[in-house]
């Protein structure tokens, strides 16, 4: 292809808006991934000069030589119709009816004719007797090779992808057969082929041995591609099962029908998955062409957004698919023949790459990584799906590199789409990283919320309803041999410190008297304040009553001492009163009235001292900041 004549048409291109001219580099890069291909595809196979010069070929030689010794150039080709009435002996005595072959390289294109084909050749006095003779495709229905010699036929064997593996002259994928010739005479080979699709004639002759390694060569390749793509299939499965994300069905679904397509297309799933059934070898890359369409449209779909970004072009890819599935179904029911089905599925092979490329490109444009890996895969797929398509409808020349266009393309476009869903699998992560953060900051809100309504909000102790919440549970857990003591404390001398320098230091008092209890209590306790300049103290796991008077009395030690508040020293003093459960009361408040009562008591007898609760002991003032709901 000549670039002189591609470049004028991009520029024509990009006056037909902002959208043409945006995406123009991608556009030139798929045009130079198409020419490279098919240049690359081509590699050296141009007519050669005698298969274009008048005359008949002459006759091919073969010498001890251990690369294959391609025939191209020395054959003649006759195509038969259905009119025709011809057998061997006939086509042996009329050499004049075979004609150089008009088309590509080792390409003879899609015919329904039976082609035979003629190739004269002798054998070089000092070359080995063992030969083989190969074509070098997988996909050939019928092959019957006659070696004439001195005008008569002295071999004849039949192969085609349709025998099975193990019956064939050789029993491998390719369509060859073994030769024993001799020196002296020249030979003719005589091949008539038959075929369904693409009439691929890439001939050799070549030694068993080169042509056995080679083999082995193609098949380790071949199963290093297929062992990739099984490798992908279970990982993405596996992914699914963590992650129930349909994408991963839909990649393994793709990577499957791709991986079985490429067994089929290269004789490796009639050789070793399913030799011997002539259904699947006949049909299996029809087949698998259709689920591999069906669940690349799928994958795009859902990879790209396209229900966000674009619900015609989403309804477009879910319709496509279920058409791929239709027309699947009628295939396997011998509803549609395989030229109809064949037919079909080259009309829509396209389609994916053309419904998915500009989304994709939009979204590339943007920088999403996702987008850009679909780009870059379907751009190498489209180059090998396209170079493959116009090799079997007979466009191009036959070339090794035109024939795995499509496996290759096909593979690069599976790790591009590995790519995606890598990019997806952490976009999802993040997501679920936010959304928990998220959660987690819902809760701390509302346990936030909920400190605040059972938190005083000037000391952050415990408020009334906090008291009543923990300080009940501690009660209810209290024993004979574990008791609890609820304390109840009311400052002294602190109405004058309030009045005489204000509030604010009134209220740091305060602040600074919780943390003095705070201290002195210890973690697992409650210590609330009720209001103005009482509190509540309550504790558990006491063992001996003498504990509780221990504790009252450090509190009273503790509190005694000065509070340095903005430059003044302020002195206040506390007066406790407790009561004990399960001895004095099992409930919250009944403790409560028990430690007011003590409380009053020691208010009475000169404040700043500990009293313990004792029968008979009651306040017999009426006060509400015991009336807890």
Known sequence: MNFSRILPAIQRLRKLGPSLRAGRGVLLSLFVVLNTGLLWASDGAIADPATTKAGGPSPLVLSGQAEPINVWSHLRIWHETAGDAVDVRTLIGDPDRFTRPQTPRENLGVTDDTVWVRLPFLLAPTAPADWLFNLDVALMDEMSVYLVKDGRVVANQFTGKLVPVSQRPLPLRTMGVPLRLEHGAPYELLVRLRNSGAMLVPAHFVRPTPYYANEARIQLLQGVAAGLGIFLVAYSLMQWLGSRNAMYV????????????????????????????????????????????????????????????????????????????????????????????????????????????????????????????????????????????????????????????????????????????????????????????????????RAQMASLALTDPLTGLANRRGLEQHGERIVAQSSRRSMAALLMLDLDNFKPINDTYGHDVGDELLVGVAGRLRACVGDGNCVARLGGDEFVIVVSHLFRHDEAQALAERILKELTKAFYIRGQVCEVGVTVGYALSPENGSGLRTLLEAADAALYQGKNQGKSQVQRWVPGLVNPQAREALALA
């Open 250 to 445: 839909y990649f393994a679904g793709s990577t499957a029908a791709a991986t079985g397509f490429a067994l089929a297309a290269h004789g490796l799933g009639a050789q070793h998955l399913w030799p011997g059934d002539p259904w699947l070898i006949n049909n299996a890359g029809v087949i698998c062409g259709f689920v591999t369409l069906a669940f690349s449209l799928l994958f795009a779909e859902r990879a790209l957004d396209m229900a966000r970004q674009c619900a015609r072009l989403s309804l477009v890819c879910r319709s496509l698919s279920a058409v791929c599935a239709l027309a699947l179904a009628c295939f396997v029911a011998d509803i549609l023949s395989y030229g109809q089905a064949h037919w079909l599925l080259s009309l829509i092979s396209g389609v994916p790459m053309a419904v998915a490329l500009p989304p994709a490109l939009r979204l590339a444009r943007r920088r999403d990584t996702a987008a850009v890996y679909m780009v870059v895969g379907w751009l190498v797929f489209g180059a090998g799906t396209v170079t493959f398509a116009l090799l079997v409808r007979g466009v191009i020349p036959f070339s090794s590199g035109a024939m795995y266009a499509a496996q290759l393309g096909s593979m690069v476009q599976m790790l591009a789409w590995l790519g995606v869903l890598s990019v997806h699998t952490k976009r999802e992560q993040l997501a679920g990283r936010e959304a928990e953060q998220q959660r987690q900051q819902a809760e701390v809100e």
